[in-house]
């Protein structure tokens, strides 16, 4: 008897433009791996070989999905605060609905100096199949950041897309001694999605939808507080 394979199919589903597929769609990280990566030859020194032969790299590109940033996006940003927001198309005073800030009271001020930025995905993913409930990993695309690594961090978090489809990518920006400006440029990995069941194989797609269908994607706002965890065990509950 053969041994079924392990799947997860990923969805990702936007309403913006098909250009956004087409240019900055997310994929498995073998599809878009650093372009360093690519023309890295195989080390001759067995005792030290390149990253190329490095197990833990290499599995980790076998099965993470790489999600490029949708847009360039200007922060300004001074003592922990944001200050201003530039996005291309998007007219001043409309910045909140792409790009917003916590407060440091809401980590117990842990991290001093550091700008607390929330960046707003185009994308809200379902996943399908036996396997649809495998949780991800949201961490830091190190391996892509070659020119501004530091300047800004990932936070890693587990993402569910059996129980919520949000991809909001939240960062902690470097501190600095006076004002600061970042700017994060369209197409530059932004984030690693990787499952967190390793013999889990994920596929991806990609795809268009109306506004009204992906906003019946979003999450029910139901309940005051616990909001993910009554989500979930009123979805487990009601399983067929």
Excluded at 48 to 60: H, I
Excluded at 92 to 118: D, L, S
């Amino acid at each position: 008897m053969f041994k079924k394979e392990k799947k997860v199919k990923l969805t990702f589903h936007t309403h913006q433009t098909q250009q956004l597929i087409d240019m900055f769609p997310p994929k498995l990280a073998g599809q878009s791996t650093p372009d360093w990566f690519k023309t890295l030859q195989v080390s001759k020194n067995n005792l030290v070989p390149n990253m190329n032969e490095c197990p833990g790299m290499v599995d980790l590109f076998k099965n993470t999905v790489n999600i490029p940033l949708w847009q360039d996006i200007r922060i300004k940003y001074d003592k922990g605060q944001i200050v201003d927001v530039d996005i291309p198309g998007v007219p001043k005073g409309h910045e909140i609905h792409f790009v917003q800030q916590h407060m440091p009271q809401q980590w117990n001020e842990a991290f001093k100096g550091f700008t607390h930025v929330k960046l707003l995905s185009p994308w809200l993913v379902t996943a399908e199949g036996p396997y649809r409930n495998t949780p991800f990993l949201m961490h830091n695309p190190s391996w892509h950041n070659t020119t501004q690594l530091g300047k800004y961090n990932i936070l890693p978090g587990e993402l569910n897309f059996a129980y919520q489809s949000g991809t909001a990518i939240n960062m902690f920006l470097q501190p600095s001694i006076g004002s600061n400006e970042i700017t994060l440029e369209a197409g530059n990995i932004i984030s690693y999605l990787t499952p967190l069941q390793y013999d889990v194989k994920v596929e991806v797609q990609v795809k268009w939808v109306t506004e009204e269908r992906w906003r019946s994607l979003l999450k029910h706002q139901f309940t005051f507080n616990k909001f993910y965890r009554k989500t979930k065990k009123w979805l487990d509950r009601n399983k067929i």
